[in-house]
């Protein structure tokens, strides 16, 4: 199972960046049904939660994005998206798609966002 996370890159602070997530040959039951999210990790911190997207239409949002970055999910593309505005120093991370489908966790290889003041 491959995730490919996309979209990553340099911006100001203020500034907005997209990231992309998509996993290849999945089915539109399984992209339907799955939790999907975004992860981070900033250099020397743990990897923290940033947004998940419920199959039953729910979203969640870390209290440090929240208002500031929305998740969406595009499910005839099969394709989950992470728009990010109002970007700060503190945002620069690795960002990590994930999927969790029946129980199981699946993980993107990550990509790097950096935020310069």
């Known amino acids: 199972v491959q995730l490919q996370a996309s979209g990553g890159g340099l911006v100001q602070e203020g500034g907005s960046l997209g990231l992309s997530c998509a996993r290849s040959r999945i089915i539109l039951s399984t992209f339907s049904g799955s939790t999907w999210g975004w992860y981070r990790q900033a250099p020397g911190k743990e990897r923290e939660l940033v947004a998940l997207s419920t199959s039953g239409g729910g979203t969640n949002y870390s209290d440090s994005v929240k208002g500031r970055f929305t998740i969406t999910r595009d499910t005839p593309k099969r394709r989950v998206y992470l728009q990010m505005n109002n970007l700060n120093p503190e945002d620069t991370a690795v960002y990590y798609c994930?999927?969790?489908?029946?129980?199981?966790?699946?993980w993107g290889q990550g990509t790097l966002v950096t935020v310069s003041s």
């Open positions: 994930y999927q969790n489908f029946q129980r199981t966790d699946y």
